[in-house]
């Protein structure tokens, strides 16, 4: 497909869904000041190349969690995202798999957790949600394990939902409720109507035993927010790391502290996120708050940061500030609504290549020699 950049598969994912998806994708908490800073934060940064290097090999192949990955790149877990493309999950695991790089399947995913390991084989990580059933958590959790996941990331910064407020405006709840208004937008979106149509409308499918009340839920898109568990704390995520062999990571830490704490519990990873703007209005950018979380853990465990990433040069000024890796939430996600696993594979496609050409002009031939050497630090020569 013809796109060159991920603002470009923005745009064609909008043509394509209605006004209501689109925006449950794009948009982010009340004044959306975090979901914009996000990106922003990427342009605060300034580079400073090396050059007369030899750039002619350039090899992306890096460690994530100890495991070999072919580009500092990871999935972020993305729930309902069968509403934007049928079988979109499969679309992106699969698009994951192709680059070898890790896929990560959110608990409120279209695909159930074992789907996505028989028809996806790659490296998998499973995300969840703690519900105020948190047996049922403990019951996927379980599920994923036996399925071979790879790691867990328990997602920290949802005690409850954000105000997404374009959500609100354009009637988005899951499960869809019809109105007026929702009905109008679908049938001004033909080619999405069809093809809901012929798959039958999405449903959370891994979400499927969770008592009706809780899932029924009214003028809320973030469609486990309101049965999430405001009281999950520490003791729980020790419950979690005494019952799960694999790989664990928190997923929403934004402080040192925070940092410290999961890794003392026996997390390898902490992924430096704000649910990509959607949950606090106002919490910090994440790449601002990248380094004292590197000085705090770096050195113990794999640091990984999303929020924001639009272009192969933001994963590099990430890792340039320590991060392991990136996760990319919605730029993997406008790929997968414009064109299905095509825009998927795009996404990551344009990732890549701008990745590598921003290695090549800093002079940098391996992930190894991205560090804050390459980036400009005012005059200070610190
Ligand atoms: C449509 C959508 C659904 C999401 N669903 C989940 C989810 O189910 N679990 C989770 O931990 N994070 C979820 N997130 C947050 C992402 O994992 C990630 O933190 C965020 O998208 C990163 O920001 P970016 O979209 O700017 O890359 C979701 C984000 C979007 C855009």
Redesign the pocket.
């Known amino acids: 497909m013809r796109a060159f950049s991920i603002a470009q598969l923005r745009q064609a994912a909008q043509r394509r869904l209605p006004r209501s998806v689109f925006n449950?994708?794009d948009g982010g908490a009340e004044d959306e000041r975090t979901?914009r800073d996000?990106?922003a934060a990427f342009g605060r940064v300034r580079l400073l190349p090396k050059v007369l290097n030899d750039v002619s090999n350039v090899q992306t192949k890096t460690l994530i969690l100890g495991k070999e990955s072919g580009l500092p790149l990871a999935i972020?877990?993305?729930?309902?995202?069968g509403f934007g493309w049928p079988g979109g999950d499969l679309a992106i695991a699969r698009a994951a798999a192709r680059f070898g790089i890790p896929y990560?399947l959110?608990?409120?995913?279209t695909t159930s957790i074992e789907r996505i390991a028989e028809e996806a084989p790659g490296r998998l990580w499973f995300?969840a949600?703690f519900l105020k059933q948190r047996d049922y958590t403990f019951g996927l959790i379980e599920r994923a394990r036996a399925a071979g996941y790879e790691a867990l990331?328990v997602?920290a910064d949802?005690p409850v939902g954000g105000k997404r407020e374009r959500d609100y405006r354009t009637d988005f709840t899951v499960p869809f409720r019809y109105t007026p208004k929702n009905l109008l937008d679908f049938a001004s979106h033909p080619a999405w109507a069809l093809s809901q149509l012929r798959h039958g409308m999405p449903k959370l499918v891994n979400l499927a035993g969770v008592a009706p009340e809780a899932r029924s839920t009214s003028a809320l898109a973030s469609s486990?927010a309101r049965s999430n568990d405001p009281s999950l704390d520490w003791e729980v995520l020790k419950r979690v790391r005494d019952r799960w062999p694999g790989k664990l990571m928190v997923?929403?830490i934004l402080r040192a502290d925070d940092a410290a704490r999961a890794v003392a519990l026996g997390c390898e990873g902490v992924i430096v996120?704000n649910?990509?703007?959607?949950q606090l209005e106002s919490a910090v950018a994440t790449l601002d708050a990248l380094p004292p979380i590197v000085r705090a853990v770096g050195s113990k465990a794999a640091v990984l940061l999303?929020?924001?990433?639009?272009r192969g040069g933001d994963a590099f000024k990430a890792l340039a500030l320590g991060a392991q890796a990136v996760?990319?939430?919605?730029?993997t996600?406008y790929g997968a609504c414009a064109a299905g696993s095509e825009g998927a594979v795009r996404a990551l496609d344009i990732l890549s290549d701008e990745l590598v050409r921003t290695m090549q002009l800093c002079g940098a031939r391996s992930i190894g020699e991205i560090g804050p050497q390459l980036l400009f630090q005012g005059e200070d020569p610190k």
Not at 275 to 278: A, K, N, P, V
Not at 306 to 310: I, L
């Open positions: 449950f994708i979901l996000n990106c972020a877990p993305t729930g309902a995202v990560s959110s608990m409120s995913a995300q949600y990331i997602t949802v486990v997923k929403g996120s649910h990509g703007g959607r999303d929020g924001g990433v639009r996760m990319t939430g919605r730029a996600l």
